[in-house]
């Protein structure tokens, strides 16, 4: 069974610094990785979508990168403002064997904090 | 506007009465889903379906129930709810199960 990782568990930061979210998941052979946001009593909102034959995508402050055979992603966050207080979740869709297509493993999340 | 929409958003019932939770999207996707979120337990999947009339378990199925009858809806049935299913769920949806998924705005439900 699949099973993600996400290190830190919780971050507090000020405003301005560049962060450095991670994920890890223990079978490699995925379709997609996905970064979340979640603020508090919500819902998630994509980020970011990383194809398994990709390495990275970005969206505006946010890279994300994707190393497949490690069983890693790094979520990016450049110039960190107040509102991007918020929890942030990885998830993997997979692995790629038939009757796990379209399984989504979450893990726990980084619960980020950026003061001013 | 494209979305997920849930409904109730929240809702306080009793041990075993019967109740539905109605999910829908209007994105033609074929892939929809049913999450639910503890403290302390992230994110787990409960039922996924790939297309009309096809569901599948995810890790933690038992007590609920689904079905796909039509395209843009996947309702969950708790048919005898107990206090150990008080949670956040989401409904999520995609097109062919391995892109981009998007998530409805979440039910908050309490079982007493």
């Known amino acids: 069974k699949q099973e993600v990782t996400q290190i830190p568990a919780a971050l507090s930061v000020p405003e301005g610094e560049n962060l450095v979210l991670n994920c890890s998941f223990t079978?490699?052979?995925?379709?997609?990785l996905q970064w979340f946001r979640q603020d508090p009593g919500k819902g998630l909102t994509s980020l970011l979508l990383?194809?398994?034959?990709?390495r990275e995508q970005t969206s505006g402050r946010l890279n994300a990168s994707l190393d497949k055979s490690s069983g890693r992603s790094t979520l990016y966050i450049a110039a960190s403002q107040p509102g991007d207080s918020a929890t942030y979740l990885c998830?993997?869709?997979?692995?790629?064997?038939?009757?796990?297509?379209?399984?989504?493993?979450f893990g726990r999340g980084t619960q980020l904090t950026v003061w001013p | 506007e494209a979305q997920v929409t849930q409904n109730p958003r929240y809702l306080i019932t009793v041990t075993g009465k019967k109740l539905t939770v109605t999910c829908s999207q209007n994105?033609?996707?074929?892939?929809m889903s049913w999450y639910r979120q503890d403290p302390g337990l992230g994110l787990r999947q409960i039922y996924y379906?790939?297309?009309?009339?096809?569901?599948d378990k995810g890790d933690v199925p038992e007590g609920y129930k689904v079905s796909r009858k039509e395209k843009r809806n996947f309702p969950l049935i708790l048919e005898s709810p107990s206090p150990n299913q008080t949670s956040l769920y989401f409904c999520?949806?995609?097109?062919?199960?391995?892109?981009?998924?998007?998530f409805g705005p979440g039910t908050r439900l309490t079982v007493l």
């Open positions: 994105m033609n996707h074929e892939y």
């Open positions: 999520a949806s995609s097109s062919e199960g391995f892109y981009e998924q998007f």
């Open positions: 990383i194809q398994s034959s990709q």
């Open positions: 998830a993997v869709n997979g692995p790629d064997r038939g009757s796990t297509l379209g399984r989504l493993y």
């Open positions: 379906s790939m297309n009309v009339e096809v569901t």
């Open positions: 079978d490699s052979a995925i379709y997609n």
